[in-house]
């Protein structure tokens, strides 16, 4: 294919609205998002991981030879990915390791596929509680990994905690009762056609996490017209009720999170930077990141995505999400996979034992619609906003504390719920209250 002429690339009116097509994965050491405003403004290419050693820039072809025309350094990525580090399990493999794990703990595993890829691989999500095949009344939690498909770390990770939970049943009191009251989630691989390529987009070469619904731009949650997997998470969102979730990405080392696409602090801003800083803190290599305070940093104040997934989830899914990179390298050597998992074992724990932090009402029907305003009563008189649900439970992470739900259904007089949140514990079959 011909490479777009040189002022096409600075001329393509509205792309900015659209999701840009990656065939060049570049990195530009020493670069600033100054260095290329005019690609970024006219909509051409993202950047990503910005550093002060420089960023990473993705577009379509003919990016290298524009940035050559301005003598702007910079390194193939993808190139090089392909060229090393050989070992790591295909996709494939990945779905068989998958499969063994759901046969070793048919008691609290269970293996389901949310859709395929664009080509034809199966988005396998395990499920993880006592009595995996019901849909049981507990709290909600998810980690979904790679949706950058060179992004492979958290994959590697994810495989391994959801061993370590099968093995933790039964003989660590902690793992156990999480699984007992918990509903737990795990993806490893959002993009496996990316991830087989050693690519960031899927296989139409398009960024997963710049084509989710955005805030800003959005005034529906739609599916139509997204990337296949974008969909298919989409869809997956919307049949369940997570009420916190983190996503594993990499190229740095830190906890982000929202918003990433403006700059308003988040309405629970203090809480989602605890929860963020809980991980970072038991993560020895990013508790003391020089590049990033205490390991943690807000979405947009590192840069501004649009159309990412962690805005999308808790805008329209009351689903409080953080992002977290890593490894310095997308793709480290495969010996390095120990030492992560290593440095990121409590902190995926903890995390996922936070969703224990909130509360919810569970109706005694099946399709209920409406909204919940959550008004905070205790210590301080906050209100918290207003937020739709719709079937037949309803369940919010909040900071500790005793809060008023106000329920309002269509065609019925509002109904208050007085609940008290703790710290620190985990609730059997979580903190529910009985509605008819
Ligand atoms: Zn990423």
Do not use: C
Not at 47 to 62: A, N, T
Not at 195 to 201: E, V
Request: charged content about 25%; glycine content about 8%; cysteine-free.
């Amino acid at each position: 294919m011909k490479p777009l002429a040189l002022f096409s690339l600075l001329a393509l009116p509205g792309l900015a609205m659209a999701s840009v097509t990656i065939h060049e994965e570049l990195y530009l050491p020493g670069a600033t998002p100054e260095s290329v405003r005019e690609l970024i403004d006219a909509g051409t290419v993202e950047i990503d991981h910005v550093s002060s050693e420089g960023l990473e820039l993705y577009g379509p072809r003919g990016i290298g030879r524009y940035l050559d025309s301005k003598n702007l350094v910079y390194l193939d990525m993808r190139a090089i990915r392909k060229n090393t580090f050989a070992d790591y399990p295909s996709s494939k493999e990945i779905v068989e390791k998958l499969q063994a794990l759901a046969r070793k703990y048919p008691r609290i595993m269970s293996l389901v596929s949310i859709g395929k890829s664009v080509k034809g691989n199966d988005l396998l999500v395990m499920k993880i509680s006592d009595n995996p095949t019901v849909d049981e009344v507990e709290p909600e939690f998810k980690y979904i990994s790679s949706m950058h498909g060179d992004e492979i770390t958290g994959r590697e990770l994810s495989v391994e905690f959801i061993d370590e939970l099968g093995r933790g049943y039964g003989t660590n009191s902690e793992i156990t009762e999480l699984i007992n009251h918990t509903e737990i989630y795990i993806m490893p691989s959002m993009n496996p056609d990316g991830s087989d390529l050693r690519q960031r987009g899927n296989a139409s070469f398009k960024d997963l996490n710049r084509n989710f619904p955005e805030m800003t731009r959005d005034t529906e949650s739609t599916p139509v017209g997204r990337e296949t997997e974008v969909q298919h998470v989409m869809r997956f969102q919307a049949s369940r009720q997570f009420a916190l979730s983190a996503n594993f990405h990499g190229g740095t080392i830190v906890a982000n999170y929202p918003w990433d696409a403006k700059y308003d602090a988040h309405p629970l801003e203090d809480f989602v930077k605890e929860l963020s800083l809980g991980w970072a803190e038991r993560n020895p290599e990013m508790a003391g990141s020089t590049e990033f305070p205490g390991g943690i940093t807000n979405g947009a104040a590192w840069y501004i995505v649009k159309g990412g997934m962690q805005d999308w989830s808790y805008v329209w899914h009351n689903d409080l999400q953080i992002t977290i990179e890593l490894s310095h390298q997308k793709w480290p050597n495969y010996s390095e996979i120990p030492k992560f998992y290593q440095d990121n074992r409590d902190s995926m724990l903890y995390f996922m034992k936070q969703v224990h932090r909130g509360a919810g009402v569970k109706f005694g029907r099946p399709s209920v619609e409406g909204t919940i305003d959550v008004t905070q009563t205790a210590p301080a008189p906050k209100n918290l906003g207003s937020y739709a649900f719709k079937g037949s439970e309803f369940f919010k992470v909040l900071p500790e504390g005793e809060y008023k739900l106000t329920v309002r259904e269509k065609n019925a007089a509002p109904k208050e719920v007085s609940v008290r949140i703790e710290k620190d514990r985990i609730y059997p079959n979580g903190n529910y209250t009985r509605l008819n």
